[in-house]
Antibody, heavy 119, light 110 residues
């Protein structure tokens, strides 16, 4: 069974940093591209970042480019999101999602971790 | 920057048919955008309904269908049920490694 479990969320002050993790199991992690998606309270979904299976390419939404860094450790079956220069508008539930190997869509999602940026 | 547009809200009667759409602020949605539709209830992760324009995800009832209607992607629910009351999001692949979600449609069944 495919499982994605996010962790690392919490309360952080504006301007601060936080690192999110996503532990993957139930599939061959090293062969799939992975993504981060967020959802601010009461708002819609926002795609943030994609990383290919071998980390050869990373892509970012304009809203986080230069502040967030996606990475992965295939030996640990883990995906990461390093967030810096955090703003109040970064407050959201952050989901990791697996990109389907066949067609361009996100087929499995974690339950999310809440990040709150507030003083 | 291109915006993906969805109706903010929609209402359907139980047993009725509703079509939700997913468009672009500039241009037309085609199969090349690989439209995906997700259903989300409060506090839950999104659930895939349709991917690659019109392919139903495993376990999704056949009353959900996807298509291209005119210049938009469309999700049609035939025979709406009370538990279809949810938020629905479309996702488009914009190329060059970038995806964009629509703003979502809140569907009410009453």
């Amino acid at each position: 069974e495919v499982q994605l479990v996010e962790s690392g969320g919490g309360l952080v002050q504006p301007g601060g940093s936080l690192r999110l993790s996503c532990a993957a199991s139930g599939f061959t992690f090293s062969t799939y591209s992975m993504n981060w998606v967020r959802q601010a309270p009461g708002k819609g979904l926002e795609w943030l970042s994609d990383i290919t299976s071998s980390s050869s390419s990373m892509y970012y939404a304009d809203s986080v480019k230069g502040r967030f860094t996606i990475s992965r450790d295939n030996a640990k079956n883990s995906l990461y999101l390093q967030m810096s220069s955090l703003r109040a508008e970064d407050t959201a539930v952050y989901y990791c999602a697996r990109r389907s190997a066949v067609v361009t869509w996100f087929d499995y999602w974690g339950l999310g971790t809440l990040v709150t940026v507030s003083s | 920057q291109t915006v993906v547009t969805q109706e903010p809200s929609f209402s359907v009667s139980p047993g009725g048919t509703v079509t939700l759409t997913c468009g672009l602020s500039s241009g037309s949605v085609s199969t090349g955008y690989y439209p995906t539709w997700y259903q989300q209830t409060p506090g839950q992760a999104p659930r895939t309904l349709i991917y690659n324009t019109n392919t139903r995800s495993s376990g999704v009832p056949d009353r959900f269908s996807g298509s291209i209607l005119g210049n938009k992607a469309a999700l049609t629910i035939t025979g709406a049920q009370a538990d279809d009351e949810s938020d629905y999001y479309c996702l488009l692949y914009m190329g060059s490694g970038a995806w964009v979600f629509g703003g979502g449609t809140k569907l009410t069944v009453l």
